[in-house]
C-alpha cells in the first residue's frame, strides 16, 4: 500500500492497496480499486470552483447599481443577504452598519424583517445636493437686485 500527498495540507489522498481486501465467491481474491479522499474544505472549494465555471461572467460591473436602482423606483425592501450580494459585502457588514448607512449614491436603512428573519431594508437617494442646480444667471440677477434694492430704499 502507499499514499500520494498533494501540497504540504495532504488534502488529496489516494490510497491503492496491493493485498487482497476480499475474496469472490469462487475464493479468488479482489483487489481493490484505488480510493481517492478529499478533505471536506477541499471539496466544497472544487464544488465551488464548478458552479463558478457554470455561470455566466458577462455581467456589467455596474450591473449591480441598476439594480439598486430597480429596487428604489419600484420601493422593493431587499434583505440582508441580497443587499450584501448586490453590493459585494458579507452579511455581517450591512448588520453591523446599524440601523441607516450610505454606499453606491444611495441611503439603505432598516424598515423591519423579512421572510426567514432577515432584516429588510428600504432605498432613498441622498440628498439633493447631486442634483444639478439651475444655470440661469437671471434668478441669481433678480434675487441680487431685489436685495441691491431693498437696501437703498430703506
Do not use: C, H
Not at 440661469?136 to 436685495?147: P, Q
Request: a negative charge.
Amino acid at each position: 500500500m502507499f499514499r500520494q500527498q498533494l501540497g504540504s495540507n495532504s488534502d488529496l489522498v489516494a490510497t491503492p492497496t496491493a493485498e487482497p481486501s476480499v475474496y469472490n465467491s469462487m475464493g479468488s481474491p479482489n483487489y481493490s480499486e484505488p480510493t481517492i479522499s478529499l478533505q471536506p474544505s477541499v471539496l466544497v472549494g472544487a464544488i465551488e470552483a464548478v458552479v463558478k465555471r457554470l455561470i455566466p461572467t458577462n455581467r456589467s460591473r455596474l450591473n449591480y447599481l441598476r439594480e439598486l436602482e430597480e429596487a428604489y423606483e419600484k420601493g422593493w425592501l431587499l434583505s440582508t443577504s441580497e443587499l450584501a450580494d448586490l453590493l459585494g459585502l458579507n452579511q455581517k457588514t450591512i448588520t453591523n452598519y446599524g440601523q441607516e448607512f450610505n454606499d453606491a449614491g444611495l441611503i439603505f436603512a432598516r424598515v423591519g424583517t423579512r421572510k426567514g428573519g432577515e432584516i429588510a431594508w428600504s432605498i432613498d437617494k441622498e440628498s439633493s445636493w447631486a442634483e444639478p442646480l439651475p444655470s440661469s444667471s437671471k434668478g441669481v440677477k433678480e434675487a441680487f437686485s431685489k436685495a441691491f434694492l431693498y437696501l437703498i430704499y430703506e
